[in-house]
C-alpha cells in the first residue's frame, strides 16, 4: 500500500534533480548579491589601494552612513515579503526628522522621552495605513501613497524651514563611538545591526514571521487555513512604520537637524535595497539578510564613486538603476524556471 | 460493518440565498471509518452543504450534531477545532513554503515563542510516514507536482485535528472534487490514502464528478437534487444507471441517445493542415489533417501534450517550425486574431481564469468574440444582439434563461455553455474544445456531447480534447494519440478501435 510509484525519470518527480535545485534555491539571490558586493569591494581594493580604500573604517563606515537605509529597508522587506508595497517610508523619516528637531529644540523637551513619542507616532501611522488597507480592501499602492503625502505635508505644518539641533545631549550620542580594534561603528549602526538580527529572529522563529512568508506566497491560501491574515497585515505595516520612525531617528542623528525635505524619494532606495538583496517583489521569498547586502550594495557604489573622485554622484542613481533592472531579470528568470 | 452512532448528523439543514433556497431539508449522515459520496448534478447543492458545515455559511434552519452534541460553526476555524477539516478542488497551500511548514502552520511547535524547526520537520516527517506516504518534507511545495500538493493539503487537514490536544485527531474529512485535476496514478494514490484514513476511523466525505471513482472507492452516498435530499443508498445497493437517475431525476433518454449514435459519415474536404507544426518545450512537431465536419478527438494523458497541440492550432501559442494551412490558405498564427481571422475558435480548459469574464452578464460574456470580430467602432445592433443571445440561451439550454444574470454565479456547465454560445456565434469552421466537460454534471455532459455531434452533421470541424477516452471515442471520427508531448498515432476510429487499444497506443507509443 506505501506508495513509491513514481518513476524519477519523469519531469514532475518525486526529488527535484540537483541542478533545479540549485537553480530553485530561494538563497540563491542572496548569495549572488553577496558575491557581487565581494567583487565590488574587491574592484575597489585593486583600483583605490592606495587612498585608503583597504581600511576597515572604510568598511565599517557603509554600515555608519547607511544605518538608516538599513533600518528602513528590514520594515521595507516585511512589507515586500507580504506582497505588498510601503511608499511612505521616506515621508515618515522626513516627518520624524521634523518631529523631533521641534520637540527638542522648540520645545524643550529632552531626547530620551522625543524618541519613544516619534516612534509610536510612526507605528501608529504605519498601523492606520494597515489597517485601511486590510478592512477597505484597497491597494497598498494607493493607501500608502496617501501616506507618503500625508507625513510630507505634515513636515510642512511644523514648520517650513528647516530646524538645526544643538542639544547637547543629541550631539552627544550622535558622536558616540563604539571602538572596534582600530576602528569604530556609531550608535546608528549599531542599532540598524540589532533590528536586523531582530527582524531575521522574527522572520524566521516566529509564527508572525512564518504568517508574513504565507500570506506573501497566497493569501487566499492563508486565509483558509485558518491563519489571522488580516491581523498579520496590519502588524506588518505597523512594523514597517516603525521602522521608518526608527530610520529618522538614525537620520536625525546622522544629519543632526530636521528639514521638511529630508529623505525624499528614500522608500525607493529602500524597496531597491530590498530587491537587489534578492526577495521577490510579489512577496513570499526572500531574506532579510539579503536586504543587508543590497544597503551594502548601494552604499559601496556610492563610496566607489566618491574615491573614483573625477564622477558626478549622479552616476549612484544610474547604477543603482542598471543594477535594479539586472536584479529583477535575474528574479524573473528564476521564478519563470521554478514554476517549469 | 458494525454501525455505531453516527459521528456527524445534520438534520433538516435549509439554507436560503435572496430569491433561492439553496438546501431545504437536507438530512446527512456520516459514519466513522466510511468514505460518503455527496452526489448531485451542479446547483444540487453540494457545495452549499459543505459550506454550511465547515461553518463558511451560517444556518438558516435544522440541526448539526457532532459526537451527540449540537454545534453550530461560525469560521472555517472553529470547525476545524473541533475535528472537520476540509480539501478544497484548488488546493490551498502556500507554494512558498516547505512541505512540512504547510502541514504545521499556524500551530508550529514553539517553545517561548520559538519556532522548534527541528521538531517541527520530524513530526511532519512522521506524519507523512504513517499515511503512508514519500516526500521529502523539507523541500518547497512548488517543486511537487500538483496531485502531490493535494496529498499534502490532505496531510495537513489529518493534522490539524490533533491541535486541540486531546488527541482525538481529524473526525471528519472533507474532500471536495479532490481527483478533478489529477492523472488516474495519483488518484489511485490518494485513494490508498484515503482507505488508510478511513482504517484509522475517520469519516471522508467525497464530492467527485467522476462516477467510477465513487464506485471505486465509497461505501455509503447521499445524492442531493435541486436542494433537496433524493435518497441515501449504500454504495454496493445502487448501480450506475440508477444512481444517474436519481441525480437527474429523468430517465436516461439523453444518454442512451448519444450511446446507439452513429458518427455521420459525410465528411467533407479538407480544412486545416498542420505540416510540422510544433513549438519546443511545447509539442514535437506534429502533421495533422481535419476535414470538413470531421470531429478529431485528441487522446493521451495528462500533460502529454494535447494543450499544447491546440494552442499551437488557435496562435495562442507560436509554432517554432512548421506551416498551418486552412481552407487553402497558409497562416502564420502569430496571434489568436489570425485564427480568429480564419475561422478557427477555442474553448480553453480554463474557463474561470481564461474564458469568461465573471463580472460580467450573460449576454456581455456571449456577444465578446462576435463583437471582436467585428471591431469596436461597429457595435452589434442592439435588436440583433439582443435576439442571438435569446436564441443561443434557448438553444444551448442556459440556466437561468437571463442575459442579464452574472456569468460568475452560474454553476459550471452552465459556464461552460455560455463560453461555447460566445463562439458559436461568430459561426466558426473550426471549434477546438479543450476539456468542455471537465468538472460538470452527467446531464449538461450529455448535453454538451450532443451538441458537438449536431454540429458536425451541420459542416463544422471539431477538435475535441477530454480526459475521459469513452467521451473521445463516441464523439470522434479520427483520434489523435498523445505521448510525451508528441503527437504518436492517427487512428481512423471504428469498431475494432476500443480504450483498451488506445491505452495500448499510449503505452507502446515509442514504437510507433
Known amino acids: 500500500m506505501t506508495t513509491t510509484t513514481r518513476k524519477p525519470a519523469a519531469p514532475d518527480s518525486r526529488t527535484p534533480s540537483g541542478a533545479a535545485r540549485v537553480l530553485g534555491d530561494r538563497r540563491l539571490p542572496v548569495l549572488v548579491t553577496a558575491g557581487l558586493f565581494l567583487v565590488m569591494y574587491a574592484v575597489g581594493l585593486s583600483r583605490y589601494q592606495n587612498y585608503g580604500f583597504a581600511e576597515t573604517q572604510v568598511f565599517l563606515n557603509l554600515f555608519i552612513d547607511n544605518s538608516y537605509l538599513l533600518v528602513a529597508a528590514v520594515g521595507a522587506t516585511f512589507v515586500i515579503l507580504s506582497g505588498g508595497i510601503d511608499l511612505s517610508v521616506g515621508s515618515v523619516i522626513g516627518f520624524t526628522t521634523m518631529f523631533t528637531a521641534w520637540l527638542v529644540e522648540r520645545q524643550g523637551l529632552p531626547i530620551v522621552v522625543v524618541i519613544p513619542m516619534a516612534l509610536a507616532v510612526g507605528a501608529f501611522g ?44 543629541v550631539s552627544s550620542m550622535a558622536q558616540a563611538q563604539v571602538s572596534l580594534g582600530g576602528a569604530f561603528l556609531s550608535i546608528g549602526a ?40 488580516g491581523g498579520t497585515k496590519i502588524a506588518v505595516y505597523t512594523m514597517s512604520g516603525f521602522c521608518s520612525a526608527l530610520a529618522g531617528l538614525l537620520f536625525t542623528l546622522y544629519i543632526q537637524s530636521g528639514d521638511p525635505l529630508h529623505a525624499t524619494g528614500l522608500e525607493l532606495d529602500a524597496i531597491a535595497a530590498v530587491v537587489i538583496g534578492g526577495t521577490l517583489l510579489t512577496g513570499g521569498s526572500g531574506y532579510v539578510v539579503g536586504t543587508l547586502f543590497g544597503v551594502l550594495v548601494l552604499g559601496l557604489i556610492k563610496s566607489l564613486i566618491q574615491f573614483e573622485g573625477t564622477l558626478s554622484s549622479w552616476w549612484t542613481k544610474i547604477a543603482t538603476g542598471v543594477l535594479l533592472c539586472a536584479f529583477i531579470l535575474i528574479q524573473r528568470t528564476m521564478t519563470s524556471r521554478r514554476k517549469a | 460493518m458494525a454501525e455505531p452512532l453516527p459521528v456527524l448528523e ?18 446527512f449522515r456520516l459514519f466513522p471509518g466510511e468514505i460518503h459520496a455527496l452526489l448531485g448534478e451542479n446547483g444540487a447543492g453540494k457545495s452549499t452543504l459543505i459550506k454550511v458545515l465547515t461553518g463558511v455559511y451560517s444556518l438558516d434552519g435544522g440541526t448539526v450534531t457532532l459526537n451527540g452534541a449540537s454545534v453550530r460553526f461560525t469560521s472555517p476555524s472553529g470547525a476545524q477545532q473541533a475535528g472537520i477539516s476540509t480539501v478544497y478542488q484548488e488546493v490551498n497551500l502556500c507554494p512558498n513554503l516547505s512541505v512540512a511548514e504547510n502541514i504545521f502552520i499556524g500551530r508550529e511547535p514553539t517553545r517561548f515563542g520559538r519556532i522548534q524547526w527541528k521538531r517541527l520537520r520530524r513530526e511532519a516527517a512522521e506524519l507523512v510516514d504513517r499515511l503512508g506516504l514519500d516526500i521529502d518534507v523539507t523541500a518547497p511545495l512548488s517543486s511537487y507536482p500538483l496531485a502531490v500538493q493535494q496529498l499534502v493539503a490532505i496531510v495537513r487537514a489529518v493534522g490539524t485535528g490533533d491541535s486541540d490536544g486531546s488527541g482525538s485527531g481529524t473526525k471528519v474529512l472533507i474532500l471536495d472534487e479532490p481527483t478533478s485535476s ?76 448519444l450511446h446507439d449514435h452513429q458518427l455521420h459519415a459525410d465528411v467533407g474536404e479538407s480544412l486545416l493542415t498542420a505540416d510540422g507544426v510544433g513549438r519546443t ?39 517554432d517550425s512548421g506551416k498551418v494551412t486552412i481552407g487553402g490558405k497558409q497562416v502564420s498564427m502569430s496571434a489568436p486574431n489570425d485564427a480568429i481571422a480564419a475561422g478557427v475558435a477555442y474553448c480553453s480548459e480554463n474557463r474561470r481564469t481564461e474564458g469568461l469574464v465573471p463580472d460580467l452578464t450573460v449576454r456581455e460574456n456571449i456577444i465578446l468574440a462576435l463583437q471582436a470580430a467585428r471591431g469596436w467602432v461597429r457595435p452589434v445592433p442592439a435588436a440583433q444582439r439582443d435576439e442571438l443571445v435569446a436564441q443561443y440561451i434557448k438553444a444551448l439550454d442556459i440556466r437561468p434563461a437571463n442575459p442579464e444574470a452574472r456569468v460568475g454565479q452560474l454553476s459550471g456547465g452552465n459556464q461552460q455553455k455560455v463560453l461555447l454560445a460566445r463562439w458559436l456565434i461568430t459561426r466558426p469552421k ?37 480526459a475521459e477516452l469513452e467521451e473521445v471515442l463516441r464523439l470522434s471520427h479520427t483520434i489523435g494519440v498523445l505521448r510525451d508531448r508528441r503527437l504518436v498515432a492517427r487512428l481512423a476510429n471504428g469498431p475494432e478501435i476500443t480504450p483498451t487499444r488506445i491505452l495500448e497506443t499510449i503505452a507502446s507509443g515509442e514504437h510507433q
Open chain 1, 126 to 169: 504605519g498601523y492606520l495605513m494597515g489597517y485601511v488597507i486590510q478592512n477597505f480592501e484597497i491597494q497598498p499602492f494607493i493607501v500608502t501613497l496617501a501616506g507618503l503625502f500625508l507625513f510630507r505635508g505634515l513636515c510642512l505644518v511644523i514648520s517650513k524651514e528647516s530646524i538645526s539641533i544643538g542639544d547637547s545631549s
Open chain 1, 190 to 229: 549599531i542599532v540598524a545591526l540589532v533590528v536586523l538580527a531582530a527582524a531575521f529572529y522574527v522572520l524566521h522563529y516566529t509564527r508572525f514571521g512564518r504568517r508574513v512568508y504565507a500570506i506573501g506566497g497566497n493569501e487566499q491560501s492563508a486565509l483558509l487555513m485558518g491563519l489571522p491574515q
Open chain 2, 10 to 27: 445534520m438534520t433538516g439543514i435549509v439554507k436560503e440565498f435572496p430569491g433561492v433556497r439553496a438546501l431545504s431539508g437536507v438530512d
Open chain 2, 182 to 257: 489529477l492523472d488516474r496514478d495519483e488518484v489511485l494514490e490518494l485513494f490508498a490514502l484515503m482507505r488508510r484514513l478511513k482504517g484509522e476511523g475517520v469519516a471522508i466525505l467525497f464530492v467527485s464528478h467522476f462516477l467510477d471513482q465513487i464506485y471505486e472507492v465509497c461505501d455509503r452516498m447521499t445524492v442531493l437534487r435541486n436542494g433537496t435530499l433524493v435518497g441515501e443508498h449504500m454504495v454496493r445497493d445502487l448501480d450506475q444507471v440508477g444512481l444517474v437517475q436519481l441525480m437527474i431525476g429523468k430517465a436516461l433518454d439523453q444518454l442512451e441517445e
Open chain 2, 281 to 319: 518545450g511545447g509539442i514535437a512537431p506534429f502533421d495533422l489533417e481535419i476535414k470538413k465536419g470531421e470531429v478529431v478527438g485528441l487522446a493521451g494523458l495528462l500533460g502529454s501534450g494535447r494543450t499544447e497541440l491546440a494552442r499551437l492550432l488557435f496562435g495562442a501559442d507560436q509554432p
Open chain 2, 430 to 466: 473550426l471549434l477546438i474544445l479543450d476539456e468542455p466537460t471537465r468538472g460538470i454534471d452527467i446531464g449538461a455532459k450529455a448535453e454538451i456531447q450532443k451538441l458537438v455531434v449536431s454540429l458536425s452533421e451541420e459542416g463544422m470541424s471539431v477538435l475535441y480534447i477530454a
